[in-house]
């Protein structure tokens, strides 16, 4: 099956609660990527986390890897309504030469 | 403003057309990539420039043929398209790492094609 799959398809929960994404890959990776999209537009980059990295933050976002699950997840805290958007996994696998492989992603939906 | 601009945003097109998409980017970087997007689908890559050459070509179909003629700019150029060719096209362009490392990709706002 695909290379990084988010788990779940859809979350959808009130502002002020935590939201958290899993992404699980198949092979050795270099690193594993986080984007957001918002409906139709670009992805935008939110973290990126190397391979012999276990955790890392970036402001409200915090993102794990354990490489011996071969699994990463993704924790938005206190969320806002502007979160709202598509969250998918990337993941440059070490015998991937130059691309990216993009799970099918999380839509979550934050009520206000 | 991811500094990757795409244009045109919304094309229109019969099967029998020949149109051309076109991406720049402004970040000095050395890599640029052309991904699908469909609905359902995750984003499929098609095409990864390095230095303006082409290193991957991932069994895209020949009507569909992407033209690089220097880092900043990378073009897809359209002929005999199928409905279901219609799509969200993104492009996206990163500075490469050593030993082919992908570091962050940077994305345009994307052509949204219809194929009539």
């Known amino acids: 099956s695909q290379q990084g799959e988010e788990d779940p398809q859809a979350l959808s929960i009130q502002e002020g609660e935590n939201a958290t994404m899993n992404c699980s890959y198949k092979?050795?990776?270099?690193?594993l990527q986080w984007y957001r999209q918002n409906s139709g537009r670009g992805l935008v980059h939110l973290i990126l986390?190397?391979?012999?990295?276990r955790e890392k933050h970036s402001g409200r976002l915090r993102v794990t890897l354990d490489t011996s699950k071969k699994s990463s997840s993704l924790l938005i805290t206190a969320s806002r309504a502007a979160d709202t958007a598509s969250y998918f996994c990337?993941?440059?696998?070490?015998?991937?030469?130059?691309?990216?492989?993009f799970g099918e992603g999380t839509q979550l939906t934050v009520n206000p | 403003e991811t500094g990757v601009t795409q244009t045109p945003r919304h094309l229109v097109m019969g099967m029998t057309n020949k149109k051309s998409l076109k991406c720049e980017q402004h970040?000095?970087?050395?890599?640029m990539y052309w991904y699908k997007q469909s609905a359902k689908k995750p984003l499929e890559l098609m095409f990864v420039?390095?230095?303006?050459?082409?290193?991957e070509n991932n069994s895209v179909p020949s009507r569909f043929s992407p033209e690089c003629p220097n880092s900043s700019h990378l073009f897809l150029h359209l002929h005999t398209l199928q409905p279901e060719d219609s799509a969200l096209y993104l492009c996206?362009?990163?500075?490469?790492?050593?030993?082919?490392?992908?570091?962050?990709?940077?994305f345009g706002p994307g052509t949204r094609l219809t194929v009539l």
């Open positions: 420039y390095s230095l303006e050459e082409r290193v």
């Open positions: 092979t050795s990776i270099n690193n």
């Open positions: 990337a993941t440059d696998a070490v015998t991937s030469g130059s691309r990216l492989t």
């Open positions: 996206a362009s990163s500075q490469e790492g050593v030993a082919g490392v992908v570091n962050e990709q940077f």
């Open positions: 986390i190397r391979s012999n990295e």
């Open positions: 970040l000095g970087h050395n890599a």
